[in-house]
């Protein structure tokens, strides 16, 4: 089975998918897709062939695409199940997902690049009221992720393994010191963020370790 995962060094989406890759010990080849670059190359024709929502990141599986990160990280449990990325009791298993999803489907959908750009050509809000809006949604819902793990988490957000939220983490935290967000407020999250960064799969995925990142 060959992977080539399509993504952008900064895309977070796309680094869940890197870090996944790497903790499972699947090789694949990166293709970049510049989302700036000539109005943003995941708008062409060729991208948009493989995921008609012009989005990041799209794995193809022996030519065959497939997006949305999370299920591309169900795609891999279940293809490589060892390391287990999910809990093995269910409850957990599902908080770990729930929490993959507090990020997934609550903050980073508000605050990125497709949105803030939508604010300026549509409502004409200028760059620095563009990153106020990001900044509010990460901000709250970093508050809500801090308040829902502070009193259960282990060395990770779900006991003391890896899961799919912790995949989710790390990204967000690094575009929340992108637009400058407080994480004074986020001990729990930055204590275990400055553990998972130190682990092999997780400095791999990192965008400075990818052949398209710019400083």
């Not at 553990?195 to 791999?204: D, E, K």
Request: glycine share 6%; hydrophobic share 45%; proline share 8%.
């Amino acid at each position: 089975m060959t992977y080539v995962l399509r993504g952008y060094f900064r895309s977070s989406a796309s680094w869940r998918v890197r870090i996944a890759l790497h903790l499972k010990g699947q090789p694949f080849e990166y293709v970049p897709v510049h989302l700036l670059r000539g109005g943003g190359e995941q708008h062409g024709e060729d991208h948009r062939r493989l995921n008609p929502m012009e989005q990041l990141p799209v794995l193809l599986v022996d030519g065959a695409p497939l997006t949305q990160s999370l299920a591309i990280l169900e795609f891999l449990e279940e293809r490589h199940p060892e390391p287990p990325l999910l809990p093995r009791e269910p409850l957990a298993r599902a908080r770990a997902r729930a929490l993959a999803e507090v990020i997934n489907s609550g903050i980073q959908p508000l605050q990125n690049l497709e949105v803030m750009q939508r604010l300026g050509a549509t409502f004409g809000a200028e760059r620095p009221a563009q990153l106020s809006w990001s900044r509010s949604y990460i901000a709250r819902g970093l508050g809500a992720l801090e308040a829902l793990v502070a009193g259960s988490a282990g060395r990770c957000m779900v006991g003391d393994e890896v899961t799919f939220a912790d995949l989710c983490l790390v990204p967000q935290l690094y575009n929340a010191r992108r637009f400058a967000v407080d994480l004074d407020a986020c001990p729990t999250l930055v204590a275990i963020e400055s553990r998972l960064v130190t682990l092999p799969a997780f400095r791999a995925a990192h965008p400075d370790q990818q052949p398209d990142f710019e400083a």
